[in-house]
């Protein structure tokens, strides 16, 4: 057996759950944050049989496509003079960090 912790965006995880619970994968969501921008995430904990490791894997990436984001962030001279001087950036978002890891036991009550 294998737990696959996915670290996905906000925007991202409703369309994933449903996907993912759609397909018979049991799924367990945790909000969290952080990251560059230090916005909400979620991370979602499947636990799959070596078997379907792929196409969990599958359904992630069908669903959670990097894309680009403009936001706008004080300048450096902010610092120094006390006045905020607000400029776009544009930071790519999305995609997902997935880790799959091993499971020694699993036992359900």
């Known amino acids: ?4 912790i996915a670290i996905v965006q906000d925007d991202d995880a409703g369309d994933l759950l449903e996907s ?7 799924v ?7 990251g560059f921008l230090k916005a909400g995430n979620t991370t979602l ?9 792929g196409k969990v ?3 992630i990436e069908e669903v959670c496509k990097t894309r680009k984001q403009v936001i706008t962030t004080p300048s450096s ?8 001087m607000p400029y ?4 790519e978002v999305g ?3 997935i880790f799959v890891v091993d499971v020694d036991k699993f036992v359900r009550i």
């Open 28 to 34: 367990t969501k945790l909000a969290t944050t952080g």
């Open 95 to 97: 995609g997902a960090n």
């Open 57 to 59: 894997i599958s359904h």
């Open 45 to 53: 904990m499947i636990g799959v049989e070596e078997k379907n490791v």
């Open 20 to 26: 993912l619970t759609e397909a018979g994968f049991g």
């Open 88 to 91: 776009p950036v544009e930071v």
């Open 77 to 84: 001279v902010a610092s120094s003079t006390g006045v905020y």
């Open 1 to 4: 057996m294998k737990l696959i």
